[in-house]
């Protein structure tokens, strides 16, 4: 089996854009110990791909329904995960994948420090 | 203005420029960290040869874009790099920082002093790697690097702007060559010293600290940079620091300069290399070289250069180094050197062992382009010189087989002897070119011919000193580097008289 073959299986293995559990059992049954490890390895990566984090600086349920309703319009296909980190005293953090976008006061606090010429 | 001003001037102008605009960073999560490579997933806008930063303060470069991993090459050993530790973009080429501080001081290939010196001031990035200039801004080597030593200046003449190897086993005095041509570019009386940039790669460290001795001993190291990679140093850093080099070159180029650069050795290098190649697991080649080791060292030495006038019309003059296994200069990487570069001193065990020392091998050393740029001083004897050696090699291997020779034959193999004796020269003894050819001229007229040979090298020494004392004008008018006249002719002629009146 090859490469595009696993990524096939784990684009099979979603129903309606989520893991389906009972799809994941039957794939894991048929592959041999190599073959379910690349799986799993490519499972990990599907995941992070289709996973938004939302790092926020305080959890207010309001807030949350706000910003989720905002960022389902930009990234539709988008699984969104909500974390809370107090480091970046105001604003919000967004990872997507290897992309991080930087909206906190602590980012542009570091982007000062590292600016500074004096 | 004062100070306070000053400062607060800066912080206004740094507001001025101040955006707050969203950061937006690509990272990557190590997956591997094996002999200084890590794999890492996720930078998927990173590219190639740009360095990245891990989180525990360890900084690579990237070799290898792959379809999900990046290859990263590590700067320092990684012990702490583990997996699933983020590594991020840092937007930067390799590049090293170049200032007019780095003279007299020995650094490492990514700039940072190693001799235990300040701090040198942030000035200009210079990028490791760049193309070389093309034909346009080019123009044909004609200006002489005078390296002080006889047999080079006269038979293989370097040019500036030239490449010219320097091959031969270990322990033959190949670093001599070069280290004597850094200490010749001193005591240029009105002339700006070119400036000379030592790149030791895979070498000992005592190799290196006995180097920098040397030419801190001689006067030459406030003109000079060392950019040291010893052994001890991980493969990426030997790897980057002939380019390393190059990029300072490249700094004092663009301000219309003269640099010699000197590459010890690219064997090495060539080694570090395939080490790298190996462990990113790129396919092994002959030698299990990988298949661009050609254009490792093509890159490197294509940007030795003479710019022309409109472009400031400096120079780069590389010297690479090769260690031979046994004189096999038809070895991989021997040939691919020899077939970039514009010629090679060749030096040779069997002349080592005899006592010729530097021990240049004349039949095999060349240089392509150098003629063009040697004065017409020096043409005026050297072309007598090549064809009396011509001679004697061909003749001296010939009487071996026969005990009873012609008066006239005789006569060209003691020349001979002579010839190949005067070439000789002692290590870290550069002369000035006025004096060379006072020597190669003695020979040549036949005016060593009723000289004893073991006495050839005191006669040539105090002769030397003769004509500084009773005859400098000989000395100044051969320095301009015209043909010497009739009446310079008849005057080295009447202070040679003179002198084997004195000598014993």
């Known amino acids: 089996m090859n490469r595009k073959q696993i990524e096939k299986l784990v684009c099979l293995s979603y129903t309606k854009g989520r893991l389906d559990e009972v799809k994941v059992q039957k794939i894991s049954r048929i592959l041999s110990k190599r073959l379910l490890k690349e799986y799993i390895k490519f499972l990990k990566r599907y995941e992070q791909k289709n996973k938004l984090i939302i790092v926020i600086s305080q959890s207010d349920p309001k807030e949350i329904i706000k910003i989720r309703k905002h960022y389902e319009k930009i990234f539709p296909k988008k699984n969104i995960v909500f974390q809370e980190d107090k480091t970046l005293i105001g604003g919000i953090k967004i990872i997507d994948n290897d992309k991080i976008y930087e909206f906190s006061l602590k980012g542009i606090f570091d982007e000062l420090i590292n600016n500074q010429t004096l | ?504």
Not at chain 2, 112 to 138: F, H, W, Y
């Open chain 2, 1 to 504: 203005m004062t100070e306070a001003e000053e400062i607060i001037k800066k912080l206004e102008q740094n507001l001025s420029s101040f955006e707050i605009s969203p950061k937006v960073q690509n990272i990557g999560t190590v997956e591997t960290n094996t002999d200084g490579v890590v794999r890492a997933s996720g930078l998927s806008q990173a590219v190639m040869g740009e360095i990245v930063e891990f989180e525990t303060g360890d900084r690579g470069v990237i070799l290898n874009l792959d379809q999900d991993f990046v290859s990263i090459i590590l700067f320092s050993k990684g012990e702490k790099i583990k997996e699933g530790n983020k590594v991020k973009r840092t937007g930067n080429l390799l590049s090293v920082n170049v200032s007019e501080e780095l003279l007299g001081r020995v650094v490492n290939p990514l700039g940072e002093p190693q001799d235990g010196k300040s701090k040198i001031k942030k000035n200009k990035l210079m990028p490791l790697e760049k193309i070389a200039p093309g034909v346009i801004e080019r123009e044909p080597v004609n200006t002489p690097l005078k390296t002080g030593i006889k047999a080079i200046d006269a038979l293989i003449p370097i040019g500036r702007g030239q490449r010219e190897l320097i091959i031969g086993d270990r322990g033959l005095g190949k670093t001599a060559i070069a280290i004597d041509t850094i200490i010749n570019q001193r005591n240029k009386t009105g002339k700006k010293p070119v400036i000379c940039i030592y790149v030791a790669i895979g070498q000992k460290q005592s190799n290196i600290a006995r180097v920098i001795g040397k030419l801190e001993e001689e006067g030459a190291l406030s003109f000079s940079i060392i950019v040291s990679a010893p052994s001890s140093f991980p493969a990426t850093l030997q790897y980057i620091a002939p380019y390393a080099g190059c990029a300072i070159a490249e700094y004092f180029l663009e301000k219309g300069e003269d640099i010699l650069i000197v590459y010890d050795d690219l064997t090495k290098h060539a080694w570090a290399y395939r080490q790298l190649s190996l462990v990113l697991r790129r396919p092994a080649g002959r030698e299990a070289y990988p298949g661009d080791i050609f254009y490792l060292h093509s890159r490197l030495l294509e940007r030795a250069v003479k710019l022309n006038g409109d472009n400031g019309g400096g120079s780069i003059t590389a010297l690479p180094i090769i260690e031979t296994q046994a004189n096999d200069i038809s070895a991989y990487i021997p040939t691919n050197v020899i077939s970039i570069t514009d010629g090679q001193i060749f030096l040779q065990s069997d002349l080592f062992n005899a006592g010729q020392r530097p021990a240049i091998n004349i039949g095999t050393s060349v240089s392509r382009v150098g003629g063009s740029a040697q004065t017409q001083a020096m043409k005026s004897v050297a072309g007598k010189l090549k064809l009396e050696l011509a001679q004697y090699r061909e003749l001296a291997a010939f009487s071996q087989f026969g005990s009873e020779l012609d008066p006239e034959t005789a006569k060209l193999l003691e020349r001979g002897k002579r010839t190949s004796e005067i070439l000789k020269q002692g290590q870290y003894n550069p002369l000035p070119e006025s004096l060379e050819i006072l020597s190669i001229w003695l020979v040549t007229n036949g005016h060593l011919d009723d000289t004893p040979i073991e006495k050839l090298q005191s006669f040539e020494r105090e002769f030397h000193e003769f004509v500084k004392r009773s005859e400098p004008k000989i000395l100044d008018f051969l320095l301009i580097g015209e043909k010497p006249s009739e009446e310079i002719i008849k005057r080295m002629e009447k202070a040679v008289s003179e002198f084997k009146k004195i000598f014993k």
